[in-house]
């Protein structure tokens, strides 16, 4: 299957951010569809295509054995991490991948250094790993409730400066820059989503009772914090962004176009990185036919 790059450049471009100075989220629309327009029925094939690429190409990348691929996914409840995680990679080989989803550290995590966990679960040469939640969440929801960070993550006090937080980006952006050089491909994703439209999926998660199970009374008290988790994204991807860890800031509003955005900057950085099937040198290739002859005789 043949990947138009003119048409896929042209849509991640929008979406990619490799130079934080100056990136502000309220320039990106979570509502944007990058003037598409179609029925579900158009995007779920669209997508279907996308993932049968991601399939190939995938089996070429563990084949080959020399590239890693990194997804990190964060974003506000209700964005849809789950279901474009499920959708994108639907096709895929689950050999070849390797899903991590984090939640609150335990006591033998909050005893290592906050990247030790992460370090645990990273992909190795030839798979695909798929991280639901990352590092990210240490200036993230700890940013928001610092109380976390004095109370349970057994710090120095010393250590626990004004700098902080800016000392967490450094050490995020110098891991993401030894990862690209060891050759892993790092691509984070940011599921930007409205504060209306998180408001009608709580509400539906509410009213629908097969949804019941997806909603807690927490998430509405994170809602209040909707402004800090903002502006801690905002920071975070402007310390952060670089050419070879780029962030996708793919608006979230409308689920079709959140996952077609995430495969197609999948797929690209996938197509970039010239993945091919090992060739097979002349000694190789008269053992097989020495193979051959034996088989048949």
């Keep these: 299957m043949a990947l138009d790059l003119k048409r896929t450049r042209r849509l991640i471009d929008r979406y990619r951010v490799i130079e934080g100075r100056g990136f502000r989220l309220k320039d990106h629309d979570p509502g944007d569809t990058a003037g598409l327009e179609m029925e579900k029925s158009e995007a779920k094939a669209l997508l279907a295509e996308g993932t049968q690429l ?110 902080v937080w800016d000392e967490r980006l450094e050490d995020i952006a110098g891991f993401e820059r030894y990862l690209s050089r060891q050759g892993v491909v790092v691509l984070k994703f940011f599921l930007h989503l409205s504060k209306a439209e998180q408001k009608r999926r709580f509400l539906s998660r509410i009213d629908e009772p097969e949804k019941n199970w997806k909603f807690s009374a927490a998430d509405v008290a994170e809602r209040r914090l909707w402004d800090d988790y903002q502006g801690a994204y905002e920071r975070a991807i402007r310390a952060t962004a670089a050419p070879h860890a780029p962030w996708f800031v793919v608006p979230a509003d409308n689920k079709w176009f959140t996952r077609l955005g995430v495969a197609a900057a999948i797929a690209l950085s996938m197509h970039d990185l010239d993945l091919h099937y090992p060739k097979v040198t002349e000694a190789d290739l008269a053992r097989l036919q020495d193979a051959r002859k034996e088989l048949e005789d």
């Design 54 to 163: 991601l399939a190939e190409w995938q089996d070429k990348l563990y084949a080959q054995d020399r590239w890693a691929v990194l997804c990190l996914f964060q974003a506000m409840d209700a964005a849809g991490k789950d279901g474009a995680i499920k959708h994108v990679f639907s096709g895929i080989n689950p050999q070849g991948v390797h899903v991590a989803s984090f939640k609150a550290p335990g006591p033998v995590e909050l005893d290592h250094d906050f990247l030790w966990r992460h370090v645990q679960a990273l992909p190795a040469r030839g798979m695909i790993g798929i991280h639901n939640r990352s590092w990210y969440e240490e200036v993230l929801a700890v940013r928001v409730h610092p109380e976390i960070l004095h109370g349970r993550q057994k710090l120095p006090p010393e250590l626990v400066t004004k700098r």
